[in-house]
């Protein structure tokens, strides 16, 4: 396994289109986190999976957002109706479930809306 | 509310020379975990160092070491001996027992050669 994965690594769409982001995180790992992060900001926690359910979700992630991890392995963040304010790179991360919560990031899905 | 402050958002240090990256927070909880993450330009993120805030020593990890002050909820990264490939922003981050991770600003390190 050689970390975690995301693709597409960019995205560029057209506003009011939806699109669809997948994650997929070391195997071992039963927590997955999905982030926002804009240029010189730091990440914003959007979400988190432990397993198959979805334990805490940040009011950043509105009702055109939505985060799936049916089987608790990869993940899917969907955005219905992208406007241009959410073009930004979208990071997933994942842990096991120790003491640290140590947190190991993919190389994001950067995404544009025209 | 639980926030992370990084007042530096640039800094420059010369090839070989130390530099010291600042981080507060705020948290009302009294056990918690603290992080620096290292983001390289166009490259993802890594884990630099680990603190537990209920461990009084610092945390060290070769080059890099912390000065972990709890009570001034400070959590300070030195960085020895800088090398051209510590230039990346720096993120300050840490943990509640609640498992959400908060992340602050980030300060963009410049080593010069």
């Given at each position: 396994?050689t970390g975690v994965s995301q693709?597409?690594?960019?995205?560029?769409?057209?506003?009011?289109?939806?699109?669809?982001?997948?994650c997929d995180p070391i195997?071992?790992h039963?927590?997955l986190?999905?982030?926002?992060?804009?240029?010189?900001?730091?990440?914003?926690?959007?979400?988190?999976?432990?397993?198959?359910?979805?334990?805490?979700?940040?009011?950043?992630?509105?009702?055109?957002?939505?985060?799936?991890?049916?089987?608790?392995?990869?993940?899917?963040?969907?955005?219905?109706?992208?406007?241009?304010?959410?073009?930004?790179?979208?990071l997933c991360a994942s842990?096991?479930?120790?003491?640290?919560?140590?947190?190991f990031f993919g190389p994001?899905?950067?995404?544009?809306?025209? | 509310?639980?926030?992370?402050?990084?007042?530096?958002?640039?800094?420059?240090?010369?090839?070989?020379?130390?530099?010291?990256?600042?981080?507060?927070?705020?948290?009302?909880?009294?056990?918690?975990?603290?992080?620096?993450?290292?983001?390289?330009?166009?490259?993802q993120?890594?884990?630099?160092?680990?603190?537990?805030?209920?461990?009084?020593?610092?945390?060290?990890?070769?080059?890099?070491?912390?000065?972990?002050?709890?009570?001034?909820?400070?959590?300070?990264?030195?960085?020895?001996?800088?090398?051209?490939?510590?230039?990346?922003?720096?993120?300050?981050?840490?943990?509640?027992?609640?498992?959400?991770?908060?992340?602050?600003?980030?300060?963009?390190?410049?080593?010069?050669?």
């Open positions: 396994d693709d597409p690594r960019h995205k560029i769409t057209k506003r009011g289109q939806n699109v669809t982001f997948r195997s071992e039963n927590r986190y999905w982030y926002r992060q804009t240029l010189g900001q730091g990440p914003e926690f959007l979400t988190y999976f432990q397993n198959e359910a979805q334990l805490e979700k940040s009011r950043l992630l509105s009702d055109r957002f939505s985060a799936e991890r049916p089987k608790g392995s990869f993940s899917t963040l969907e955005i219905q109706r992208t406007e241009q304010g959410d073009s930004a790179m979208y842990s096991p479930d120790t003491v640290y919560n140590e947190q994001g899905t950067r995404l544009t809306v025209l | 509310a639980q926030t992370v402050t990084q007042s530096q958002p640039e800094m420059s240090v010369q090839e070989a020379e130390t530099v010291t990256l600042s981080c507060t927070y705020d948290t009302s909880e009294s056990n918690y975990y603290l992080f620096w993450y290292k983001q390289p330009p166009s490259r993120m890594i884990l630099v160092i680990r603190q537990e805030a209920y461990k009084q020593q610092n945390a060290t990890e070769n080059r890099f070491s912390v000065n972990f002050q709890k009570a001034a909820k400070s959590f300070s990264l030195k960085i020895s001996d800088s090398q051209l490939g510590d230039t990346a922003m720096y993120f300050c981050a840490f943990r509640t027992s609640y498992d959400k991770v908060i992340f602050g600003p980030g300060t963009s390190l410049s080593v010069i050669p």
